[in-house]
């Protein structure tokens, strides 16, 4: 399956794209590039900018390889699943809605469409608990719990999130990594609002908190 673009707007296919992230890497920040404001190319790309488009795709495969292997180590299905997602968001652009977080709103399309390809929709804690998946690691660039950690600190940190539940770990991810705030966290993981994301944070930050007295 391969994108359809207008003559001469053609991306680097999903497959061949140079920059993509291997499974060997993905768990290494993503740079993000400076571009125009989120909601500006956003609304261009809903009135049939095919710059924006291509702006969009490819600014964003990257991360979204990334995201999603975090969620699923199955790198064929991530990556059929990002070329899906943007396809169908090609073909309903005039019926999106505005955002002004571009990948927020790629993430969490992203990570619905992972999740129902592998028939993983939770009702209830047991479930997340046993079958859920989140895998990510501390690394250079951040900061967390107000300081900067030494290379000893780093791997004790590394070894208590892996004692975190999947759960956890993905809201420390969202919370850190991206930068997202209580309502998308409470959005993007289906908690029931956005004092649930509140709390969830607390109990993460408490327990890794303890881990490096």
């Known amino acids: 399956m391969t994108l359809t673009l207008k003559k001469n707007t053609e991306p680097k296919m999903l497959y061949q794209q140079k920059n993509t992230v291997s499974n060997e890497n993905a768990q290494e920040h993503v740079v993000e590039t400076v571009s125009i404001e989120d909601g500006v190319l956003w609304d261009s ?6 710059s924006a488009f291509i702006q969009i795709y490819e600014s964003n495969f990257n991360k979204l390889f990334a995201y999603g292997w975090r969620i699923c180590k199955k790198e064929e299905l991530v990556k ?21 977080s571009i990948k927020f709103y790629l993430f969490k399309c ?7 390809e592998e028939g993983k929709w939770y009702s209830n804690l047991e479930e997340i608990n046993h079958g859920y998946f989140f895998d990510f690691t501390f690394s250079h660039e951040k900061y967390l719990i107000d300081r900067q950690i030494d290379e000893e600190k780093k791997q004790k940190l590394n070894q ?11 809201v420390v991810y969202y919370f850190f990594y991206e930068g997202m705030n209580y309502q998308q966290i409470q959005e993007i993981m289906k908690l029931d609002n956005i004092k649930s994301a509140r709390n969830l944070i607390y109990q993460a930050l408490g327990f ?6």
Not at 45 to 50: L, M
Not at 81 to 97: K, P, V
Not at 110 to 116: T, V
Not at 161 to 167: G, M, T
């Open 160 to 170: 208590a999130i892996e004692l975190l539940s999947p759960r956890k770990k993905e």
């Open 110 to 116: 992203l990570k619905r469409k992972i999740i129902k």
């Open 80 to 100: 059929d699943a990002i070329q899906d997602l943007f396809i169908e968001l090609r073909r309903n652009r005039s019926n999106l809605g505005r955002t002004d």
């Open 208 to 213: 890794l908190r303890d881990v490096l007295k």
């Open 45 to 50: 790309f809903r009135e049939g900018n095919e």
